[in-house]
């Protein structure tokens, strides 16, 4: 089963064939094709890799960086707390 990234990569590609059929038919400048095609088929594979994909460089614009380093600290730092607490009351003594 496909997940959420991989529909809205799919739809990209759809909509991609699309704007390549307007072009061949001549209904679509060369211009916009060139202009919507380049971020349409970027997307559609950064959707497409999901969560394998999480830090991309672009030059000129800087680094984009998804959430999950942060989550993954975040669960780290739960799991830290989580231990403190129960080694300081073995017992479950705040209930």
Same mark, same amino acid.
């Given at each position: 089963?496909?997940?959420?990234? +991989? /529909? #809205?990569? @799919? !739809? @990209?590609? #759809?909509? $991609?064939?699309?704007?390549? &059929?307007?072009? #061949?038919?001549?209904?679509?400048? *060369?211009?916009?094709?060139i ?5 349409? #088929?970027?997307? !559609? ?6 969560? %394998?994909?999480? $830090?991309?460089? &672009? !030059?000129?614009?800087?680094?984009? *960086?998804? !959430?999950?380093?942060?989550?993954? =600290? /975040?669960?780290?730092?739960? *799991? =830290?707390? *989580?231990?403190?607490? $129960? +080694? $300081?009351?073995? @017992? %479950?003594?705040?209930?």
């Amino acid at each position: 089963m496909l997940d959420t990234g +991989r /529909y #809205v990569a @799919l !739809a @990209l590609v #759809v909509i $991609e064939v699309l704007l390549i &059929i307007f072009f #061949v038919l001549g209904k679509t400048p *060369k211009g916009s094709f060139i202009a919507a095609s380049f971020p349409i #088929v970027f997307l !559609a594979g950064f959707f497409w890799m999901g969560g %394998r994909v999480t $830090e991309m460089t &672009i !030059a000129g614009v800087g680094t984009i *960086k998804t !959430a999950v380093d942060l989550a993954t =600290q /975040y669960v780290a730092d739960i *799991k =830290q707390i *989580k231990a403190e607490v $129960e +080694r $300081e009351c073995p @017992l %479950r003594c705040w209930n």
